[in-house]
């Protein structure tokens, strides 16, 4: 069971690349998420899905697309890569639709844009 | 729509010494509450949480919270911190009813001194 997976780890990207940032889980959870961490911030939701075919925006969604075409996967796409988007970024899992559930945590990808 | 303040963003301790992570939210509806670890460069997991019942909770490595409904506060507490409990720690909550989705607070970093 090797819970939340993310690749890569690290990336850096010039300004204007794309690139998409992969995520698997093999908990059979319906809920996804992606989050972005920044100094003095915290975490701020960018992404989620409530299932296969289901995604919304959570509160900073600009330049990120999503899609969830399995249980499994849930991929984050930078557009068009700017330094602003230089974070980390954190898929998290969890059971849905009844909440109070714990989210599990991917180990993240530092992302830095030049 | 919900939010969180984490009142200190770095607490410095000796070690064996007590602490307390402070955190106040703000909710116009019932809500979950939540305290996250996050170790260096690893993911988040959960120390514990608050759904409903006994305004105390305890959660993993000694830690306990303490739900005030009235004061809004979900404060973390460790009687005696050791110097593996180094580490950021975010509090966080969700709506009761919906979905997941997490607001987290700031963070505060807990550095533990021999």
């Known amino acids: 069971n090797a819970g939340v997976t993310q690749t890569p780890k690290f990336q850096v990207l010039k300004t204007g690349q794309s690139m998409t940032l992969q995520c698997a889980q093999d908990m059979n959870h319906e809920y996804m998420s992606w989050y972005r961490q920044d100094p003095g911030m915290g975490l701020r939701l960018i992404h989620y899905?409530?299932?296969?075919?289901?995604?919304d925006q959570g509160e900073v969604p600009n330049g990120y697309n999503v899609s969830r075409s399995t249980t499994e996967d849930f991929p984050l796409r930078l557009l068009s890569a700017a330094p602003s988007q230089t974070s980390v970024y954190f898929c998290?899992?969890?059971?849905?639709?009844?909440?109070?559930?714990?989210?599990?945590f991917g180990p993240g990808t530092r992302l830095t844009v030049t | 729509a919900q939010s969180v303040t984490q009142l200190d963003s770095q607490v410095p301790v000796f070690e064996e010494a007590p602490v307390e992570l402070r955190c106040n939210y703000s909710?116009?509806?019932?809500?979950?509450l939540f305290w996250y670890v996050q170790y260096p460069n690893q993911g988040l997991q959960l120390l514990l949480k608050y759904l409903s019942g006994s305004t105390l909770v305890k959660g993993i490595n000694g830690f306990e919270a303490e739900f005030n409904k009235s004061q809004t506060s979900f404060h973390l507490r460790k009687p005696s911190v050791h110097i593996s409990d180094t580490a950021e720690y975010f509090c966080a909550v969700s709506e009761a009813q919906g979905a997941q989705k997490l607001v987290f607070g700031q963070g505060t970093r807990l550095t533990i001194n021999p």
């Open positions: 899905s409530v299932g296969a075919g289901i995604t």
């Open positions: 998290a899992s969890s059971y849905y639709p009844i909440g109070g559930y714990e989210q599990y």
């Open positions: 909710s116009s509806v019932s809500v979950y």
